[in-house]
């Protein structure tokens, strides 16, 4: 009993501080960088119908998001504050979520300690959390929808009716794409779940329907009034170092292998070091992944029910775009969404290695170390800007 009350009393320290971080990076009111810039020059244009279409400048935003973006803020004349506010909400309710599925996916609550560790420690997850582009909603949706799949194991049993917020959850969850591009990657995945568990439990036959057809008719829609103006030559062209080369096994491998790399490193932010650092956690994520994804799929029937599975799945998805050059295979901050499951991954990787102590103590330390040196860091550059913007704190 009082492990857990230790690892609670961690969870909510980890909390506190990521609040503190967000916050810290949000009251700095930094100025808007190119594409925030963009964004805002579509939001001072007058009416709401012009965003369904092309936006000029050139932008790819979700546009349901950017008109609630532009009705939070227009009262404020578009103030940093405002147009951000969406933003930072969306990221501290993911860390939220996340830090609920780490809890009731790890059999060890201090694999759910280390995963959150490294949320509250990487400098992009408070940077987002105040940056106009929609990334924290990317993270939010993806995580919401991890939730329910969740929910959906229990529908393994043929005794289980559902409940009154499972057809509204289900009728609501497909909403999200309107807010988040990533959102497609799971869009599909609790029709697929409903469908598996036909067999079992007739009682899901409503939910199915529900789910389908709302998630057809919001495709649809996204896609007339949204996602063909936003799939241009012109992203293509900006990403095209992050798809994955066909042209030979040389070129496959070099970026298979720079994208696996930016998957695990890119959240710590411009250090050069500190990256090379993080690449020791490589490894441990491809083994972790490997592992664990296929088994607990292949445990669950193939049903989509528990972080491993999800994890391996949303890493196929990324890799087939990134062949076919339909999006990037680890695009950075487009793949903001996926950060959360290496971290679980990495964390379940060296939990594996308890067996072997000479291995797991130091492989945990540096672990731990690591990512203690990261949240400083973390403090330190929102801190200096702040003090760049607004002088002395005291």
């Known amino acids: 009993m009082m492990i857990l009350k230790r690892e609670l009393k961690l969870i909510i320290v980890l909390s506190v501080i990521f609040v503190g971080l967000c916050s810290l990076h949000y009251f700095t009111r930094r100025p808007y960088w190119l594409d925030e810039s963009f964004v805002i020059k579509n939001l001072f244009k007058p009416g709401y119908l012009r965003y369904f279409g092309v936006l000029d400048p050139l932008q790819s935003f979700p546009r349901l998001h950017l008109i609630l973006i532009k009705f939070i803020s227009a009262p404020y004349g578009f103030d940093y504050m405002a147009t951000r506010l969406l933003s930072y909400v969306f990221m501290l309710s993911a860390y939220f979520v996340w830090g609920r599925l780490y809890w009731k996916n790890s059999v060890n609550r201090w694999l759910a300690v280390l995963s959150l560790l490294a ?41 289980i009716r559902a409940q009154l917020k499972d057809y509204v959850i289900v009728a609501t969850l497909p909403l999200l794409t309107f807010f988040s591009y990533a959102s497609l990657f799971v869009l599909w995945t609790v029709s697929y779940n409903f469908i598996l568990l036909l067999k079992r439990n007739k009682n899901v036959r409503s939910l199915l329907i529900l789910n389908s057809i709302v998630s057809i008719v919001s495709f649809i829609i996204f896609y007339f009034i949204d996602l063909r103006y936003s799939i241009t030559d012109a992203g293509k062209n900006y990403w095209s170092s ?102 679980h991954m990495v964390s379940k990787g060296i939990d594996a290695l308890k067996k072997f102590a000479w291995c797991y103590w130091p492989l945990l330390y540096y672990y731990v170390i690591y990512y203690l040196i990261c949240m400083i860091r973390t403090f330190s550059s929102h801190f200096q800007v702040y003090r760049h913007f607004h002088g002395s704190v005291f």
């Open 119 to 159: 949320i509250t420690a990487l400098f992009k997850f408070s940077y987002y959390a105040s940056e106009l582009k929609p990334y924290s909603m990317d993270m939010l949706a993806v995580a919401l929808y991890t939730l329910y799949l969740q929910r959906q194991k229990r529908f393994d049993s043929p005794q």
């Open 242 to 343: 992050y798809f994955l080369c066909s042209d030979s096994f040389l070129c496959f491998m070099d970026t298979f292998g720079e994208g696996v790399k930016r998957l695990v490193v890119f959240w710590v932010g411009e250090s050069d070091t500190m990256k090379v650092v993080a690449s020791g956690l490589i490894p441990i994520f491809i083994f972790s992944l490997f592992g664990y994804g296929p088994k607990q799929w292949w445990r669950d029937r193939f049903r989509l029910f528990h972080i491993d599975t999800l994890s391996f799945v949303l890493f196929l998805e990324l890799f087939v775009l990134g062949i076919l050059n339909l999006y990037p295979f680890t695009g950075e901050r487009l793949t903001l969404f996926y950060a959360p499951f290496v971290f």
